[in-house]
């Protein structure tokens, strides 16, 4: 079964600091991948997304990933987070016939002032 | 900009009560999906819909819970007889092609309680 992974539960950093957030899947074929991130109160919102190409992709709000098949991982960076960034962060993928997100469990984002 | 819109935003049951939540997916959209999140726990895909008619399910999705696009807006999802265990943010999401390369969108959710 395809599952994914997000090792980090919670993640504090300060204002300005660089944030990497990780996420491992586990599925044979090359995924379609995405971030979201939910603001309290808020919906899933979509940050980026990869299916095929340049192993780096941009995303909103300053955020990139770059896909590692060698690691299975798919991991979230910014270089300088903003207090606006706290927020929950889901990873997730579909299988490439499907259609149905399977999520990381999440990691929750403090920024210190 | 268009986005998802769900009511109630939050939704307090009985147990064996009956419970429709509401979604309004983005108009021109043709795939109609529900997740579930319980808390502290992973975002579920529940059930996928396309041409007025279940695409996909999961093994969440029993008999107790039904989908339905009543008209040309709304997508509803129902749940028959509610147990303690179907307290969650139930979240909506539409996209406009079938996913991968197609973005689903969410709605903000329905918390749902049932006591």
């Not at chain 1, 993640?11 to 491992?24: D, M």
């Not at chain 1, 090359?30 to 939910?38: A, G, I």
């Not at chain 2, 999705?61 to 307290?87: A, C, H, M, W, Y």
Request: proline share 4%; hydrophobic share 35%.
């Amino acid at each position: 079964a395809q599952s994914v992974t997000q090792p980090d539960i919670h993640i504090t950093v300060s204002e300005g600091a660089s944030l990497e957030l990780r996420c491992n899947y586990s599925y044979g074929a090359t995924p379609y991948l995405f971030w979201y991130v939910q603001s309290p109160g808020q919906g899933l919102q979509l940050l980026l997304k990869y299916f095929s190409g340049d192993t780096l992709v941009q995303g909103i709000k300053g955020f990139e990933a770059e896909f590692k098949r060698s690691q299975s991982s798919f991991n979230l960076r910014k270089p300088s987070v903003h207090w606006s960034d706290a927020a929950e962060y889901f990873c997730a993928q579909i299988k490439a016939a499907g259609n149905k997100l399977t999520f990381g469990g999440g990691t929750r984002v403090l920024v210190k002032p | 900009e268009p986005e998802v819109t769900q009511t109630p935003s939050h939704q307090v049951t009985q147990m064996g009560q009956e419970v429709i939540l509401r979604c309004v997916p983005i108009s021109n959209h043709l795939y109609f999906y529900w997740y579930r999140q319980i808390l502290g726990q992973k975002v579920e895909f529940l059930v996928s819909f396309y041409n007025n008619e279940i695409s996909e399910k999961s093994e969440i999705f029993d008999d107790q819970f039904s989908v339905e696009r009543p008209d040309g807006s709304n997508f509803t999802l129902k749940i028959r007889s509610t147990k303690l265990e179907d307290s969650a943010m139930y979240f909506c999401a539409s996209s406009l092609e079938r996913t991968g390369e197609n973005e689903q969108f969410f709605g903000p959710g329905t918390r749902l309680t049932v006591l």
